[in-house]
């Protein structure tokens, strides 16, 4: 699988890492669009969120979970954050390796875009 950030998980490629633990992995976006961009994705490949079993709820918890964690390390929770999963191609995925985006440190509007 030529799977880039599968190649980050697996320590074959390099990352600004803020976190790693057996299951998941969160490093700083190379394309940030906000002064924090963070990606945090799980080791094991799932190419998107509807590649997820009814059983992967605590891993899918785990990422959030690990967003949550990041904000409050980088001291961005109490002012706010965005959490966003991207999901094929009409929801704007373009690296098929499921990832959770975490961006903070400027103010968001509503809808996105």
Known sequence: MNCLFCKIAEGKMEAETLYEDEDVIAFRDIHPQAPHHVLIIPRQHFSSLNSFEDG?????????????????????????????????????????????????????????G
């Open 56 to 112: 992967d709820g605590a891993l899918l918890g785990k990422l959030l979970l690990t967003a949550r964690r990041i904000a409050r390390d980088l001291g961005v929770a109490e002012d706010g954050y965005r959490v966003n999963i991207n999901t094929n191609d009409h929801g704007g995925q373009t690296v098929y390796h499921l990832h959770v985006h975490l961006l903070a440190g400027r103010q968001f509007s509503w809808p996105p």
